[in-house]
């Protein structure tokens, strides 16, 4: 199994633009989520998903958009870039909710200038 | 919903030292409790968790005990190395039943040869 993968790596961005950072998991987990890491500081929860075609938002949804056509795939869309922005993005899945082991994929740094 | 204090770092040790980092959590009920270990450029991975009051979790050489009467899960190793150095998180989840965990502000742990 690869786990919790995510792309890209790295990114930066113009101010203004659109991206898409893509997750996708394979182990038929139902809940997913992401997370965005600034320097220094801990984890904030952007959005989740309890599974497929039900999503909520965490405690920093705005400026991001999420979507959750499949039980595997869960991507992020940043629409209008700003630097407030620039972060490392982690996505997560779980079988189960909060009492359950969350699996991490490697994240996505993003820089927007 | 529920909450969690962490020790703040950073903390920096010599190998073989004994080491604590504290975690203390506000709950209702008694909620699974994790902690999550960061390396340098990964996401995060489970380290360890307790599933009920009086449980010690343990993996790695590390231990933590649930502990009810003082609302503590602090993290513990004997002899730490320097392959231990890492950010560690400590986390709960946000309610009964909830969905989402609450993840502490992280403790970054550097180890001196």
């Known amino acids: 199994n690869a786990g919790v993968t995510q792309t890209p790596k790295f990114r930066i961005l113009k101010i203004g633009q659109s991206m898409t950072l893509q997750c996708t998991q394979d182990?038929?987990?139902?809940?997913m989520y992401w997370y965005r890491q600034d320097p220094g500081m801990g984890l904030k929860l952007i959005y989740y998903s309890v599974g497929a075609g039900i999503t909520d938002k965490g405690e920093v949804p705005n400026g991001y958009n999420v979507s959750r056509s499949t039980t595997e795939d869960f991507p992020l869309r940043l629409e209008l870039a700003a630097p407030s922005q620039t972060s490392v993005y982690f996505c997560a899945s779980s079988w189960g909710g909060g009492a359950d082991t969350q699996y991490f994929g490697p994240g996505t740094r993003l820089t927007v200038l | 919903g529920n909450s969690v204090t962490q020790m703040e770092g950073p903390v920096t040790l010599s190998e073989e030292a004994f080491l604590t980092i504290n975690c203390t959590y506000t709950a209702t009920g008694y909620p699974s409790l994790f902690w999550y270990v960061q390396y340098p450029g990964e996401g995060l991975q489970l380290l360890l968790k307790?599933?009920?009051?009086?449980d010690k979790g343990s993996n790695k050489g590390f231990e933590a005990t649930y502990r009810k009467e003082t609302t503590s899960f602090h993290l513990e190793k004997g002899s730490v190395q320097v392959s231990d150095s890492a950010v560690y998180f400590c986390a709960l989840p946000h309610r009964g039943g909830a969905q989402k965990l609450v993840f502490g502000q992280g403790t970054r742990l550097t180890i001196n040869p």
């Open positions: 307790a599933t009920k009051a009086d």
């Open positions: 182990m038929n987990h139902n809940y």
